[in-house]
């Protein structure tokens, strides 16, 4: 039998059945006597629901119900609920509004619930849908972040005054102040950071089931973390208790953080199963998607660097107004709080950090955790305001990061975190040499030639990944504890399953949870399978996201892994006739130390089932063992990305020549699963950077609400990826894995707006950086050119 | 989607009789633009004639004319030797129309009957002086696009071939909407003798139209350097949150050197 290695590239075992069409998503489960659900939603941002008749569309052919927020309130269902409390300045807890699962005479942005309409085919419900007549007293709308608190704004919960959810902040502010006083050169800059749609391939979906013969309920759904949902769900909405309610979470494609929140088209689809008695199915369109799927990002900061004369940091302080959108999303609020602010060092050592967040309400779709969720719009802040300081001081940009980098492990940060190793000049001196920055000057001449403007950037990026010890995240807010849990089952003939509390939704678990094994017991990585995403099945988990499936659910696999053996040593010590404390067990074999005699691992599982040769008294037949494994800290992947971009100076278009990645993931177990993320998070952080752009219109209509608006990286916008990687194994868990499924993401806009800034000669440039921007930018340049001859 | 009546046409002839006497009718080519919106519930014919048996499809060389059939899809133009050697602008433009799928099912006469703002085909119509051929007359190029979404087409008149006369030389160039992919600014040059037409989709407020400026100073010297100092007005330009009307107006421009500096190369 072949072992599959930590750290073999093999092909990811998974793709054979999603590749042919086999995969099994929510949508392709069909329930019998299933129904259709369709929800009304609000054409308006901001408006009171002041009558909803539904009498005409209750008698529409195939109707079988039709429930609004007065269904959801008389059967005392709970709202939506967000899981981490944050605290203002002045220690009062943050102002969150209700979030009902159907509209309760308020609806707050385009796309709000307003009413589910339940019928024998979709077609039906949509025809039912057109049928209601609603009164809706129409509001003014706020959409944007810097306009929320205006005095006079229109007021979207009562229960956040100026729509502040709170104000919070972090660092020391006197001793910030005091370095910024004392600065030589402060360098200043404006930030938008843009609001971002998800688009997992696979749009959210649920099928709401209800069994009445066992009062019990099942809700197969488009989930990333399928046991978070069940809890919330029973125990926050109050749907059913948790032993009453199964969360099936099937193959899942793509969720980028989009999936791991509780949205209320689901929990309407499992409340509604019982109350009409029939399975509940509906699948998000495209164009719901844009609407109601959590957006991410949308921070407007102001940030500042301190310097002194010898070039180092001594200070940063920012102000941050972050976007919640009309209600406060699953994990909202931590997102520009403890997963922003806390990265504010970067990879430099700085002595003072400072940092205000207001975080606000506003008449657009809610905002939550999206790939990197907090540490890109960190990284963002962090990595403009290096290269901008690097430009304005005469220095070059990576002699100001060499000069200010951490050297000395572990780090502890002003902003709580404690960093536990890394080795940053070695991958900015790698991704340099890979990059050839010393034939950039020639390259940019050559261009120039050619009427192109171009431009090197680099983003020296850091994430905290891992999520997280418990008591740590508790301490700061948050609702659970960020351990994983995982049970590994060897089956007699010696094959192996393993239930696992992460979820696979595109990272390719099923291969990398099996090397794994392949490597600990030395048998095929065919003979092992990966159970996951069913909460009747394993037992508990925390769920796939914050780059944890490797770092957390791994380790949890690996203690499992442990006990495995410890009691496989003591039934191979009775097969061998030898004493426990002689065997070894290696490459799939146990032998006992000085003799040839050994024992395959096969052999000795099925002896663990027929238990013929112990004493089942002493020693308990069966091979079966769980962990719960809760990390001791972060883990701190880091890396250096260089962007080479070229400008056409009489178009605008932005074309990215050169893509140089070196990062620092620790232990690699599959580089080429780890490669993969890398490509897609970089693709995605480009298409932050130049094409994705979400639009509303000032009266919350969403402009960009399809792909003939909403332009999503294509292969052609991006080049073909150099990737390199430098090893600082973790010293915090027990395989030295940090993660990989964010970096990109986090890297890529600073690195690509940081080249575009060096192409064009202006600090100021937006993003998404499009044509049109860049044209702006260039045709005003111009302009003033000319005025000055 | 509404419930609809499916029926389809064996003939021209067929198409015409069930167009006039079936209820709310709509003519059915490749799809791709009348499903979406069928689907999205902005419209809702009681009947859809399927064209795709009407013997519409086809490309020929007719004396100095390449005539493409109404029901050709976008695929089969861009890969035809018979275009691919006559006017490569042409197999170029279809080539770049969406992506595969919409290729394989798009069709020359949808595009030209739905005449979209931002379409390819119709600058290719217009600058080289295609005629429209219908069921029941021929349309020059000029009189067939009206504005916007609109055409010369009457209520029962149906699309059966596009007849593309040969210039000596053609290109086109087309900036795309970073997100759609349609055309932001798309300008077809074609030169035949001393006549030199310079059709733009895309940018004008009023959909495609002739840059008589261009094709004037292009008249006496086709050469990218004749268009230099010639300006495109913006206020008859289109504006939204891809292109503002200026930069338009200087795409017009810009493009347009591109595809003239391309048909001469
Ligand atoms: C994702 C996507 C991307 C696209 N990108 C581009 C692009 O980059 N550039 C571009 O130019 N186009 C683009 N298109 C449009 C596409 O190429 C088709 O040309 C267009 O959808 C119409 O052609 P169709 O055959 O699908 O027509 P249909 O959708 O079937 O019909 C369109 C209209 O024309 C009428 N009609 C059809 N045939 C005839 C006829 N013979 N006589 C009279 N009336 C008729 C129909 O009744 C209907 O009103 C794109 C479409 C999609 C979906």
Redesign the pocket.
């Given at each position: 039998m072949t072992v599959t290695a930590i750290g073999a590239a093999v092909r990811r075992k998974e793709d054979h059945r999603f590749i042919t069409g086999k995969g099994q998503y929510t949508d392709d489960i069909n329930r019998p006597g299933q129904t259709h659900a369709y929800f009304l939603r609000s054409p308006h941002a901001h408006a009171n629901l002041k009558k909803i008749d539904l009498s005409k569309a209750k008698a529409m052919p195939g109707v079988v119900a039709i429930y609004t927020g007065d269904d959801v309130a008389a059967d005392k269902i709970g709202g939506l609920i967000c899981g981490w409390m944050i605290h203002s300045k002045d220690g009062t807890p943050m102002r969150a509004g209700p979030h009902p699962i159907l509209a309760q005479g308020k609806v707050r942005y385009v796309g709000d619930h307003v009413a589910v309409v339940i019928a024998e085919t979709l077609s039906q419900a949509k025809d039912a849908a057109e049928a209601i007549v609603v009164d809706y007293d129409v509001l003014p709308a706020v959409v944007e972040a810097g306009k929320a608190q205006a005095k006079g704004a229109p007021q979207v919960h009562t229960e956040a005054p100026a729509n502040t959810v709170y104000d919070w902040h972090i660092g020391d502010k006197a001793a910030t102040e005091a370095a910024f006083k004392a600065a030589k050169h402060v360098t200043k800059l404006d930030i938008v950071n843009n609001r971002l749609v998800p688009n997992a391939m696979e749009p959210r979906a649920a099928i709401g089931e209800y069994d009445a013969g066992n009062d019990a309920l099942t809700l197969h759904t488009t989930s990333q973390n399928p046991h978070v949902a069940r809890l919330v769900l029973s125990a926050f909405i109050g749907i059913a208790p948790e032993h009453k309610l199964r969360v099936i979470a099937p193959d899942v494609g793509g969720g980028f953080g989009s999936k791991i929140f509780i949205y209320a088209e689901e929990t309407v689809c499992v409340w509604a199963a019982r109350k009409c008695g029939r399975p509940v199915k509906w699948t998000a369109d495209r164009t719901e998607e844009f609407l109601c799927v959590a957006h991410g990002r949308d921070h407007v900061t102001r940030a500042e660097l301190a310097i002194d004369a010898d070039g180092k940091i001594t200070g940063l302080r920012a102000k941050t107004i972050a976007n919640m959108g009309a209600y406060l999303s699953t994990f909202a609020s931590s997102v520009p709080t403890y997963l922003y602010a806390t990265l504010l060092s970067g990879q430099y050592a700085i002595p003072n950090i400072y940092c205000e967040v207001d975080a606000v309400y506003t008449n657009t779709a809610p905002v939550d955790a999206y790939r990197g969720a907090g540490r890109p719009e960190a990284t963002f802040v962090v990595e403009r305001l290096v290269e901008t300081a690097a430009r304005e001081i005469g220095m070059d940009p990576a002699a100001f990061r060499r000069r200010n980098f951490i050297t000395k492990f572990p780090h502890q940060t002003p902003v709580i975190m404690t960093y536990d190793c890394g080795d940053y000049k070695a991958s900015l001196t790698k991704a340099m040499e890979m990059a050839d920055v010393k034939g950039f000057g020639k390259r940019r001449r050559e261009a120039a030639r050619r009427g192109k403007l171009r431009g090197l950037g680099y983003s020296t990026y850091i994430e905290a990944c891992g999520i997280a010890p418990s008591q740590a995240v508790g301490s700061l807010g948050a609702g659970v504890g960020l351990w994983e849990s995982a049970e590994v089952r060897v089956n007699p003939v010696g094959t192996v399953e393993i239930l696992t509390g992460s979820h696979s939704h595109g990272q390719g678990h099923e291969t990398t949870f099996a090397q794994l094994v392949s490597s600990r017991l030395g048998i095929s990585i065919d003979n092992v399978s990966i159970v996951h995403g069913d909460t009747d099945k394993v037992q508990f988990g925390m769920g796939t996201y914050g780059s944890r499936s490797g770092a957390v659910g791994m380790s949890a696999i690996s203690k499992a892994l442990d006990k495995i053996e410890a009691k496989a040593k003591k039934v191979a010590a009775h097969v061998l006739e030898a004493a426990e404390a002689d065997i070894d067990f290696k490459d799939g074999k146990f032998t006992v130390k000085g003799t040839d005699k050994a024992v395959d691992f096969g052999t000795v599982a099925l002896n663990a089932y027929i238990a013929h040769k112990f004493n089942p008294q002493e020693l308990e037949p069966g091979l079966k063992e769980g962990s719960f494994y809760d990390p001791t800290n972060f883990t701190f992947p880091a890396g250096c990305h260089i962007c080479e971009i070229e400008v056409d100076q009489e178009t605008g278009v932005a074309r990215i020549v050169k893509w140089t990645a070196v990062d620092d993931f620790g232990n690699v177990i599959n580089p080429m699963i780890v490669e993969g993320q890398v490509h897609g998070g970089i693709a995605q952080g480009v298409g932050q950077a130049l094409l994705e752009g979400t639009v509303y219109t000032a009266d919350g209509q969403l402009v960009t609400a399809s792909y003939m608006d909403y332009a999503m990286p294509r292969a052609h916008d991006l080049p073909s990826f150099e990737v390199g990687m430098t090893v600082t194994p973790c010293p915090s868990n027990p395989l030295g894995i940090k993660g990989c499924g964010e970096a990109g993401a986090i890297a890529a806009p600073a690195a690509v707006i940081n080249a575009l800034t060096d192409a064009l000669g202006t600090e100021d440039v937006p993003m998404p950086a499009t044509p049109l921007a860049l044209w702006s930018i260039i045709a005003k340049q111009s302009k003033a050119a000319i005025a000055a001859e | 989607m509404y419930p609809f009546k499916y029926q389809k046409a064996a003939t021209v002839r067929g198409a015409v009789s069930l167009l006039k006497k079936a209820e709310e009718p709509?003519?059915?080519?490749?799809?791709?633009?009348?499903?979406?919106t069928m689907k999205q519930r902005l419209a809702s014919p009681k009947t859809l004639i399927d064209?795709s048996a009407a013997g519409?499809s086809g490309i020929e060389q007719k004396g100095r004319s390449i005539v493409i059939g109404?029901?050709t899809t976008?695929a089969e133009v861009a890969n035809s030797p018979v275009v691919q050697q006559a006017i490569p602008a042409l197999a170029k433009l279809a080539g770049?129309?969406?992506?595969p799928q919409?290729r394989h099912?798009?069709?020359i006469?949808?595009?030209v009957?739905?005449n979209?703002p931002?379409?390819?085909?119709p600058a290719a119509l217009m600058a080289l002086g295609a005629v429209v051929h219908t069921s029941k007359r021929k349309i020059p190029a000029e009189e067939f696009f009206a504005g916007m979404f609109s055409t010369a087409?009457d209520e029962d008149?149906?699309?059966t071939k596009v007849a593309f006369p040969i210039p000596s030389k053609a290109a086109y160039v087309k900036f795309?909407n970073p997100a759609?992919?349609?055309?932001i600014v798309g300008v077809f040059v074609a030169k035949k003798g001393s006549n030199v037409r310079v059709a733009v989709t895309g940018a004008g407020s009023n959909g495609v139209f002739r840059h008589e400026a261009m094709e004037q100073a292009l008249a006496k010297r086709f050469n990218p350097k004749s268009l230099e100092g010639i300006a495109t007005p913006a206020a008859d330009m289109n504006g939204d949150i891809h292109a503002s009307a200026d930069y338009r107006a200087h795409l017009v421009g810009v493009i347009a050197r591109r595809a003239v500096a391309a048909a001469t190369a």
């Open positions: - | 709509k003519l059915l080519a490749g799809g791709h633009t009348l499903l979406p064209l519409l109404a029901m976008h770049h129309i969406g992506d919409v099912r798009g069709t006469g949808g595009s009957a739905n979209d931002a379409a390819d085909y087409l008149e149906i699309i795309p759609s992919r349609y055309a």
